[in-house]
């Protein structure tokens, strides 16, 4: 039921606050907010303590959360991460060295390159093999096949464009690099309470991103004849721009493309006219005076900006520049919390466009064949 919704992704866009909140519940309880509950994971502690490295694999949008949780992992833990979609990896016969933590994330459970490359690992068994399945269905082919099962509670997902399955995916994914750096003592208690005191703080923020509804709609008026758009992020903001492109092209079916801002003068850049919207993921993060000049090196070019930022960023409109300020959040969580206005602006230009937003052309919900 879509309740007051037009549509289901509007619904599930906005069932997010709950939905990560109730994620972040499994392994925090609002009580004690600074440590990982006992019961947590607590049955596979002996596994996690074990694996020297994470390889990560999924498709399409579950494929973006992993690549943020590869940042996570890394900076967080030291635990090398490696993250690959599903229709490569199975193919190319990959080197999976022992002790490693295979995570697939699928909010399905149900995807085909996902599970056969599951599968093709698991023939193989490395020593010290640990698998994990982070999916949204516990009846799911995928959870029966691992391990381990890390579950989103994301509720049902209706909408064939993925949500409030990714944010509770990357806030499942959180909680597990916690987990792993408190099992293998990488992480100081310190930096362990402060993270988990900063995700009690997602549903609020979360909240507040809804409020960017309005000004998004202004601004999604401005793609409707588009024909191409490229979206830029760097750090952890970069999966996110890959997540944004996804997500207007498959709903709004404007070609889109994610880059890493950084990449820009290594091609992209040949595209950049005045009839081109970019738009920036600009959190007042350590890669913002980076990003302000790749932004610059748009702008020289005519191009038009559509960026989102902090308010602490003092970015202001101006000439070919729109901005949009999102909540403040602290670096780590951000790209939780701007994944909110990359979906509402695809939400918004595919409306306007008339496009069928919960069940776009040529796309099923569940892909279960190759
Ligand atoms: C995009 C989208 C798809 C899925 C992909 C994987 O919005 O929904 O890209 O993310 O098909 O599906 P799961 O997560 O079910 O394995």
């Known amino acids: 039921d879509k309740g007051e919704f037009r549509h289901y992704m509007l619904k599930e866009i906005y069932e997010q606050p709950d939905a990560v909140a109730r994620t972040i519940e499994m392994a925090v309880d609002s009580d004690a907010p600074s440590k990982l509950r006992d019961d947590f994971l607590q049955r596979h502690e002996a596994l996690l303590k074990g694996i020297k490295q994470v390889q990560v694999i999924a498709c399409g949008t579950s494929y973006h ?64 093999l640990v698998s994990l399945a982070l ?11 691992t391990d381990i099962f890390l579950p989103t509670l994301a509720g049902p997902e209706i909408g064939v464009a993925s949500t409030k399955a990714f944010t509770t995916q990357l806030a499942a994914l959180m909680l597990l690099v916690l987990k792993v750096g408190a099992v293998q003592a990488r992480m100081t208690d310190e930096k362990l309470s402060t993270l988990l005191e900063k995700l009690q703080a997602l549903r609020g923020q979360l909240h507040a991103s809804l409020h960017l509804d309005a000004p ?67 959190p007042k993060d350590s890669m913002f005076d980076k990003l302000k000049a790749n932004m610059q090196e748009v702008h020289a070019r005519h191009g038009e900006l559509f960026v989102f930022a902090s308010e602490e960023s003092k970015m202001v409109a101006e000439d070919r520049m729109h901005v ?47």
């Open 65 to 128: 959360a992993g690549l943020v949780a590869k940042y996570w992992f890394e900076s967080l833990t030291r635990v090398p991460c490696s993250v690959e979609v599903a229709s490569e990896f199975r193919y190319r016969n990959p080197v999976v060295v022992d002790n490693t933590l295979v995570i697939c994330i699928s909010q399905s459970g149900e995807t085909a390159d996902t599970l056969s490359a599951l599968r093709d690992i698991q023939k193989h068994t490395p020593a010290g």
């Open 135 to 145: 999916c949204n269905v516990p009846t799911s082919s995928l959870v029966r096949e």
């Open 216 to 282: 998004i709609k202004v601004m999604s008026e401005h793609f409707e004849y588009k024909k191409s758009c490229l979206f830029l992020g760097r750090g952890l903001q970069f999966p996110i721009a890959l997540e944004g492109a996804l997500k207007l092209k498959e709903i709004s079916y404007i070609h889109a493309e994610g880059y890493a801002a950084g990449e820009l003068k290594h091609g992209p850049l040949a595209l950049v006219d005045k009839d081109m919207p970019i738009v920036v993921l600009a």
């Open 324 to 370: 949009v300020y999102v909540p403040e959040v602290c670096e780590t969580l951000a790209p939780i919390v701007y994944s909110i206005p990359v979906q509402l602006l695809s939400y918004h230009v595919a409306v306007m466009r008339g496009t069928d937003v919960d069940q776009p052309r040529n796309l099923a919900k569940s892909v279960t064949v190759e």
